[in-house]
């Protein structure tokens, strides 16, 4: 049966579709409520469909947590990232983050299908749990204001336990409640030639650089 583009234009309500469309189900992020130990190179995660065993695919596991995201781009390029550098999956903080959508899955060019993404509904208390359990949380920061100490990205010795990244919204960055349950603050060096009103990177651009830097013990 032959379609006409147009008809094909109206169902997608103007989006660019390349002559195919496919109708599939929606992807909901799947609730997390304890990220367990690392035991005999697996891990546990306790969702609310059940209690899961998994194998990292590096040296130990790595989770990258999106608190309050709020650009469907930024989101679909950290997604990329993740998966191209090996991280195990994507956990999403704050009631205003975005969520996984279309234009999240184009522009991680698929990768949101390939990597696990869950939600914590309470953050503070997930992660707290997840240090108790022998996991690391890693705050990106800029390099001033009062954020504490902060480590320039080369400078971070190879981690040795289960990490959780932790990647702040574009406006504010990392909740401070998150902050405060941080055991590593990180940031990317800049030149000392830039102005300085550009203090940061795009979030989707520093994950990159920041997921390239990150090794583990043993790598």
Known sequence: MEVMK????????????????????RIDATRVRDLGPLVNGRYTLDLTTGVVELEPR??????????????????????????????????????????PSPIVSKTSSGAMECLPIYKAAEPP?????????????????????????TNPLHRISNLN???????????????????????????????????????SLNVGVAAGVILSALKFVGE
């Open 6 to 25: 147009s008809d094909m234009t109206d169902a997608v309500y103007g989006a660019n579709h390349q002559g195919i469309l496919l109708k599939v189900g």
């Open 161 to 199: 336990s289960p990490t959780i990244l932790v990647l702040g919204s574009e406006g504010s960055g990392v909740n401070h409640v998150i902050r405060n349950l941080s055991d590593i603050n990180v940031h990317i060096p800049a030149r000392s030639d830039i102005p300085s009103y550009i203090d």
């Open 58 to 99: 590096r040296k130990f596991p790595l989770l990258v947590c999106l608190d309050g995201i709020q650009d469907e781009r930024n989101m679909g390029s950290i997604i990329r990232s993740a998966l191209f550098f090996g991280a195990d999956g994507i956990l999403l903080c704050g009631k205003d983050a975005c969520r």
């Open 125 to 149: 208390k997930v992660l707290t749990k997840a240090r108790e359990n022998g996991w690391s949380v890693v705050c990106t920061t800029v390099k001033e204001g009062d954020l504490g100490e």
